[in-house]
């Protein structure tokens, strides 16, 4: 996420209330997560397993909670809360905008799109030409959708992330100020919910055809012409290559990648990132082949322990 104009240390740390270790009008341009961060970026961190990672990163502002010696040409935010200061920063600069009506006034639809009744389009929403909106679709603030897509009823776009912290007294949610990219001529089935980015921007590429009831996690990146089946859920932060098939009742973990024209088969579990090209089956997946030889294997056991009796 990037400020809408840029913003010095010192004028982040009186934000949060916090020390800051660098130059006072060292700039800063935005914040994310940190596999999206680019310099000019905060990015927080609050468990020493992840320290040199933050610190090695691409950020150039690290909103951390220990005193360490500051990397060269970065900066420093020492924080006792990194995880509410971070969220202090999102409702800064991206606070939540209410809205009584059906579609925003600064919400743009394009040429030739059919909106269906009652249908909420939230503020700064952009929609290209000829899309057909079904009814009962939530599409929140800030998402954009190319040109020729169809999203039908009961389809949510743009709701938080699932991401928490746990407190003594509950879970802690990390706010989401990101957005929701879908591309040109994608299809989105019926009661379908894409979260938007923490931070950056939750991808649907052309072409892409999401069957009902599917499910896809922050910061996901599906690329283009995949086609993904009915009640899949895709965990946050992963990447799905160009051309991938995944079909009903599969399951991601997060932060992994599928690779071009892999195909997933039903009620799957994707553990792991997987290569393209190849047919997947089973939790934790594997191969097809591989795992339907071992399913027929498993069957010839009784026989095996009666022949040895």
Not at 81 to 103: A, E, G, K, T
Not at 111 to 136: A, E, M, R, Y
Not at 158 to 174: S, T, V, W
Not at 199 to 206: A, S, V
């Amino acid at each position: 996420m990037k400020f809408s104009q840029p913003q010095t240390l010192k004028q982040i740390a009186n934000l949060i209330h916090c020390d800051f270790v660098g130059d006072a009008h060292f700039p800063v341009l935005g914040m994310n997560e940190i596999h999206v961060v680019e310099p000019g970026d905060i990015v927080f961190v609050d468990h020493p397993k992840y320290y040199d990672k933050a610190l090695e990163s691409n950020a150039t502002i690290i909103l951390i909670n220990k005193e360490v010696v500051c990397p060269a040409g970065k900066a420093l935010l020492i924080s006792d809360d990194p995880f509410r200061d971070f969220n202090v920063l999102i409702r800064h600069f991206m606070p939540f905008q209410s809205s009584n009506v059906s579609i925003s006034p600064s919400a743009k639809i394009g040429h030739g799109t059919i909106i269906q009744p009652n249908t909420f389009i939230g503020n700064n929403v952009v929609i290209g030409d000829n899309c057909l909106i079904h009814s009962n679709v939530a599409i929140y603030d800030h998402t954009i959708i190319g040109d020729h897509v169809i999203i039908h009823a009961g389809t949510v776009i743009g709701g938080d992330a699932f991401y928490y912290k746990k407190r003594p007294d509950g879970f802690d949610q990390l706010l989401s100020g990101g957005r929701v990219v879908i591309e040109n001529n994608v299809g989105i089935g019926a009661l379908c919910t894409i979260d938007k980015g923490v931070t950056g921007d939750t991808k649907i590429g052309e072409g892409t055809k999401l069957d009902n009831q599917v499910h896809v996690g922050h910061d996901t990146v599906i690329g283009k012409k995949c086609l993904i089946a009915s009640q899949t859920g895709i965990a946050g932060c992963v990447i799905i290559e160009d051309e991938v098939t995944l079909w009903g009742q599969v399951g991601t973990t997060s932060g992994i990648t599928i690779g071009t024209k892999a195909v997933v088969m039903g009620q799957t579990g994707v553990t792991k990132s997987i290569e393209g090209g190849k047919s997947y089956f089973g939790t934790p997946v594997e191969e097809s082949r591989e795992k339907l030889k071992q399913l027929a294997n498993i069957k010839k056991i009784p026989e095996l322990i009666n022949k040895l009796k």
